[in-house]
């Protein structure tokens, strides 16, 4: 089947590359701002082959087909460039596309080459360098490219029937972060890089495609293409490349309020519909704590459970793992974490991957506030003090001096490895310690007006602080040296300013936990029933790393843990179990890696079963051999590690 290129109206050319943001015309009544390209040193993207103050994409449309049956993508790429005077040349990112061919925006053929992977870090991928011949000027202009995703594309998880819930038709969906949308789109994957995109995409019938952007209407049929429908989507705000993300299969829509709506297969939509009833209230706390929802719906999807992550914050269309879903609502600050990075991460992105708190951190803030403001400040503080916790035993067990434990990651760091306690929770536990110095309202305050004069940007650590010091410190000399701004940025450790939480906000779980850790009394099963999720969560991660058998089976046979409907909790007691090598929890933790797929469950449950030797290490690599499959690549190359894993051949 052919794919031609959108045909839109020419673009207005601007001046300014490098320093400033514009407005560009030429989408009818709307209007495109380009993002600023960053050039100071901490803007600088290593793992991009990308020159964007020679030659940037400020735009792309995709014109492409779905192929279950090859599993891959096909069809074109549309980017809109603009180069800097002199410039001949773009180079873009890729990592297993097979180019067909590159035209500029009249169908004239230009030479390109695809250059040799880095040696280093394959997960970068290969450059793709196009002469733009004419193309040169400051003028935005346009080349189109035909391709096809590779066939071990890792950002596109393609599900046979029977990993679906339904079991009867097949599934696609794309898991972009970190620089993995260079395996099927061919742009400058940059988080720095700020892009607006559009879509058309062909999708056999009775498959529903959902993007992050705003649907442009019902789906149409393909003439002379029985069987085929074809979905449109737009994207006007510019977003960071991985931010661009599709899924396709049998889904219905459920909607949840005028704003907000979910995704789901026929299956599980109405217990989606009953977890995700808070969306509105959540967004509205959103919007009165930190200013305007900018992206105009928030919608969600359920996805199967190989869904790698707790959920991604894509623009109005965040993916959910289906493990959340709990029956009540005690899993919804993953809902609230990713509603929040409305404002901090889609808003406001860092411009490299060593910023990663900038996204996360904050956003976990913002989390925390939003789950104050709708659940109550004892569920807030015991889900703070989870993550100081978190941020405790990480810096124990990594040591106060190591480098991974500040908040901007070392160079050569990963963008797969900035993820973690200083990620997310030390950037928590640092903006609740400036929240209490300075005071809630100021900090809300400045906070709002740090989004709104960055919105659609990329940012980077020392504009940030420099903000702070700007627009909530000032003048004051007292105040910046009790907040110890740069120790909490750039060093290590736990600043000895940090805010400590309250230590009443798990009184039941603490008092259980030393009565157990005293003589073994456990709590009863009414009140632990009557419990939070967190409180549970708190008694389950400060038991004993070693358990007996008799001692395993009475917290089970007390708490009736192995029947938790809360896959969080339900977790803590098969790694518990496994790496006691308990084996009556076996069948019930083969069970649960079989049917889940969600990172955060799979790789520690893999490492406790690996970490008991002999009595594990067979159990695990007879597992990973049948559930390896259906795994996304990232938790694939996660639980790899662990086990010694080596495809046949290699």
């Known amino acids: 089947m052919a794919f031609t290129a959108f045909s839109r109206p020419a673009i207005v050319a601007f001046a300014a590359l490098v320093i400033t943001g514009c407005t560009v015309e030429g989408l009818g009544e709307s209007e495109r701002v380009v993002a600023p390209i960053l050039t100071t040193e901490q803007a600088f993207d290593e793992f991009t082959y990308a020159r964007p103050t020679e030659a940037r994409v400020t735009h792309v449309a995709l014109d492409l087909a779905l192929d279950f049956e090859a599993m891959k993508v096909e069809g074109t790429a549309t980017l809109d460039i603009q180069a800097a005077e002199g410039a001949t040349e773009i180079v873009l990112d890729s990592n297993g596309l097979v180019i067909g061919g590159v035209t500029d925006g009249n169908g004239n053929a230009l030479d390109f080459t695809i250059g040799e992977a880095d040696a280093e870090n394959a997960e970068k991928g290969e450059p793709i360098t196009v002469q733009l011949g004419e193309l040169t000027g400051p003028e935005l202009q346009q080349i189109v490219i035909t391709y096809a995703s590779g066939p071990e594309a890792a ?74 429908r074809v979905f449109e989507f737009v994207m006007d705000n510019s977003v960071p490349p991985y931010l661009v993300a599709i899924a396709a299969g049998n889904i219905e829509f459920a909607e949840l309020g005028p704003r907000s709506g979910v995704w789901a297969e026929p299956e599980m939509i109405a217990a989606a519909e009953q977890e995700l009833g808070d969306t509105e209230e959540l967004i509205d706390a959103g919007i009165d704590l930190f200013g305007e929802y900018r992206w105009g719906r928030y919608d969600m999807i359920i ?87 978190s941020l ?59 989004f709104d004069s960055h919105a659609f940007q990329p940012v980077t650590s020392e504009m940030l602080l420099a903000d702070m010091r700007a627009n909530l410190i000032g003048d004051n000399a007292e105040l910046e040296e009790a907040l110890m701004l740069d120790e909490w940025v750039y060093g290590t450790g736990i600043p000895a300013n940090a805010l400590a939480p309250d230590p009443e906000a798990f009184a039941d779980a603490d008092a259980a936990a030393a009565a157990y850790a005293a003589d073994g009394t456990l709590p009863d099963t009414d009140s632990w029933g009557e419990w939070t999720a967190a409180s549970q969560r708190r008694f389950l991660e400060t038991l004993p790393d070693e358990l007996g058998d008799e001692q395993l089976a009475a917290l089970n046979d007390t708490l009736g843990l192995s029947e938790s409907g809360n896959n969080e909790v339900l977790f803590l007691w098969l790694e518990a179990a496994m790496r006691n090598s308990y084996d009556p929890a076996v069948p019930q933790a083969e069970e649960f890696l079989a049917r889940v797929g ?53």
């Open 155 to 228: 950002a596109l998880q393609w599900l046979d029937p029977e990993q679906t819930e339904g079991g009867e038709h097949p599934f696609v969906f794309s898991q972009g972060q970190a620089i993995l949308n260079r395996t099927w789109i061919p742009t400058q994957d940059s988080p720095g890089i700020r892009q607006t995109w559009e879509a058309r995409i062909t999708a056999p019938e009775p498959l529903t495609v959902v993007m992050s952007g705003i649907s442009r209407g019902d789906p149409e049929t393909v003439d002379g293409a029985e069987g085929l």
């Open 392 to 450: 405790v035993e990480a810096v124990e067990e990594a040591g106060t001096d190591a480098p991974t434990t500040a908040m901007r990651t070392p160079a050569g760091t990963s963008p797969f490895d900035t993820v973690g306690p200083a990620i997310y929770d030390k950037g928590t536990v640092f903006l609740r310690t400036v929240e209490n110095i300075v005071g809630r309202e100021e900090f809300d305050a400045w906070l709002t007006q740090w």
């Open 303 to 389: 996805l199967p459970p190989a869904f790698p992550y707790g959920g991604m914050e894509n623009p109005v269309m965040t993916f959910l793992t289906p493990t959340f879903i709990a029956g009540d609502r005690s899993n919804n600050g993953l809902v609230a974490h990713e509603l929040a990075h409305s404002w901090s991460g889609n808003l406001t992105t860092y411009a490299s991957w060593r910023d990663g708190w900038l996204n996360e951190g904050v956003t976990s803030y913002i989390e925390n506030r939003i789950t104050e403001a709708v659940y109550g400040e004892l569920r807030a503080e015991q889900e703070y003090t989870l993550s100081y916790a």
């Open 598 to 650: 969600r990172n955060k469950f799979v790789a520690p449950l893999f490492r406790a079963m690996w970490g008991t030797g002999a009595w594990g290490q067979p159990k695990a690599s007879a597992l990973y051999a049948t559930t390896r499959g259906g795994y996304h690549s990232y938790t694939r190359g996660n639980v790899d590690e662990i086990v010694g894993y080596q495809a046949q051949g290699e």
